[in-house]
């Protein structure tokens, strides 16, 4: 009978920093980003507790990229791999071991955008309609005009908060 094991992770964080991109001498491109968590609970006295977490998170080659282009501190993210400890000796002869998520899917969870501020409302460019207004469909029993028609005026621009979009 073959035993089963499972090293999975599943998180939803705050990113601590910015995320920092490399290559390996081969190539691969490695990505490492800081996510904090927290719990929050209640003592039997009524206390409210919170506790955060700290975590390593690792992503490699196309996911590490995309990770280096759409996410930014205070970012919002969910992130999906598995526990990697590695061990090592340091320079004054103690033995370290870090452990750390290597990362196989991360979906942006917010609607920030790099250099918004933090808390801070999220400022977007309004959309601006298109320069060439689309040629009016005429039914044949009309008579066609000779002189030109001014463009249709532009609609109103409202400014939309990406936190009211519901997906």
Not at 65 to 91: F, I, M, N
Not at 141 to 162: D, G, R
Request: net charge negative; with cysteine.
């Amino acid at each position: 009978m073959s035993s089963r094991s499972l090293n999975k992770v599943t998180l939803i964080g705050n990113l601590t920093r910015d995320p920092e991109l490399r290559y390996t001498p081969t190539g691969a491109a490695v990505c490492t980003i800081g996510l904090a968590t927290n719990r929050t609970w209640v003592t039997d006295s009524g206390e409210k507790k919170e506790e955060t977490e700290f975590h390593r998170v690792v992503a490699w080659n196309k996911l590490a990229e995309l990770c280096s282009q759409l996410l930014a501190k205070g970012r919002k993210v969910y992130v999906e791999g598995r526990l990697r400890t590695s061990a090592w000796q340091a320079t004054d002869g103690s033995q370290r071991t870090s452990t750390e998520i290597v990362i196989e899917d991360m979906i942006v969870l917010d609607s920030k955008r790099p250099g918004a501020e933090e808390g801070g409302e999220v400022h977007t460019a309004p959309v601006q309609p298109p320069t060439t207004a689309p040629a009016p469909v005429k039914k044949k029993a009309e008579k066609k005009e000779t002189k030109e028609e001014a463009p249709p005026a532009a609609a109103p621009t409202e400014e939309v908060n990406p936190d009211d979009i519901p997906f």
